[in-house]
């Protein structure tokens, strides 16, 4: 009775080790290195604080979360890191040159993404989850999929042009904003303090 109470908590433990696995929390931390990289899962929430710049995010079909990017020669100042921990992430950018600065920030696909940034361009595209980002100031730009893939959309800026052709929303001024609810079942936030919005 005794062996085989022993052998069932070993038979439960191995049926845990996989998901202690998964929620383990990983941290890569790199300086003036191009691309940085870390292995994550498809359907995964990602919080991005970035650093103001052109940036493009994208989503790939790659379990596999990679930032790069390129500048002047004090890009060798930039500082990435990367936090997984079961289906969550994180991602920082700091210390990015003020001019000629591009990143490039890689996702899988179907991720959820929370994104903000002081001021730039940023160009999102290929993500077919839940999108929440923000910007101060500059233009961004986002390519959303099918309408009726969002429960709710939301978008505004607070000076300038709200572009919203999937959504027949065109608008510009001060203190623009439109807010819809779909079939889907994904949000998407949008919002520039001063700039341009445009959604595709």
């Known amino acids: 009775m005794r062996l085989a109470a022993l052998a069932l908590l070993g038979f439960g433990t191995a049926l845990l080790t996989p998901a202690r696995a998964l929620a383990q929390e990983t941290l890569v931390d790199e300086q003036g290195k ?3 990289e870390a292995k994550f899962i498809q359907n995964g929430r990602i919080r991005l604080n970035l650093c103001p710049g052109e ?3 994208m989503g790939k079909d790659d379990a596999l979360l990679r930032v790069s990017y390129s500048g002047r020669s004090s890009a060798d100042r930039v500082r990435v890191q990367i936090r ?3 289906d969550h992430a994180e991602i920082w950018v700091r210390g990015c040159p003020h001019n000629n600065f591009e990143l490039t920030v890689e996702v899988p696909k179907t991720s959820n993404v929370h994104a903000r940034m002081f001021a730039g361009q940023m160009d999102v595209y290929g993500i077919t989850g ?3 980002v923000e910007l101060h100031a500059g233009q961004l730009t986002m390519e959303i999929g099918k309408p009726e893939d969002y429960a709710h ?9 709200l572009e919203a052709s999937a959504f027949d929303v065109s608008k510009g001024g001060l203190f623009r904003s439109f807010d819809k609810s779909g079939p889907g079942k994904h949000r998407l936030h949008a919002h520039v303090g001063a700039g341009e919005i445009d959604l595709r």
């Open 34 to 36: 191009t691309p940085v």
């Open 130 to 132: 839940d999108k929440d």
């Open 55 to 57: 940036v493009r995010l």
């Open 153 to 161: 959309v939301d978008a505004s800026v607070l000076s300038g042009d």
């Open 84 to 86: 997984t921990n079961g």
